[in-house]
């Protein structure tokens, strides 16, 4: 059974930085495609970014390019997920995904999740 554990989140202030890491294990992922979802109090959750198991096919989205960055360690079975220049706004729980199809920034239709990490940024 696959299994995603997030971990790396904490509390940081304004400006700081974070690295945020999912494990995966329970599968041979050659072939997945991996990534972030985020999801802030009472809103939605939504895309942050996604790779390819093989570290192609990245993409981050638009509102975090710049500060942003998706890598993948092939070795360690471990995604990270590098954020810079942390804002406010980017307090929300931090989920990692994975899917063996195509990518897709619908959350309902990947295949696995982990339970998630918390990103809280202050003033």
């Known amino acids: 059974q696959v299994q995603l554990v997030e971990s790396g989140g904490g509390l940081v202030q304004a400006g700081g930085s974070l690295r945020l890491s999912c494990a995966a294990s329970g599968g041979t992922f050659s072939g997945y495609m991996l990534g972030w979802f985020r999801q802030a109090p009472g809103k939605e959750r939504e895309f942050v970014a996604h790779i390819g198991w093989s570290g192609v096919a990245d993409r981050v989205t638009d509102s975090v390019k710049g500060r942003f960055a998706i890598s993948a360690d092939n070795a360690k079975n471990t995604m990270i997920l590098q954020i810079n220049n942390l804002k406010i706004e980017d307090t929300a729980v931090y989920y990692c995904?994975?899917?063996?199809?195509?990518?897709?920034?619908?959350?309902?239709?990947?295949?696995?999740w982990g339970r998630g990490t918390q990103v809280t940024v202050s003033s």
């Open positions: 995904a994975a899917t063996r199809s195509d990518w897709t920034n619908r959350a309902v239709d990947l295949d696995y």
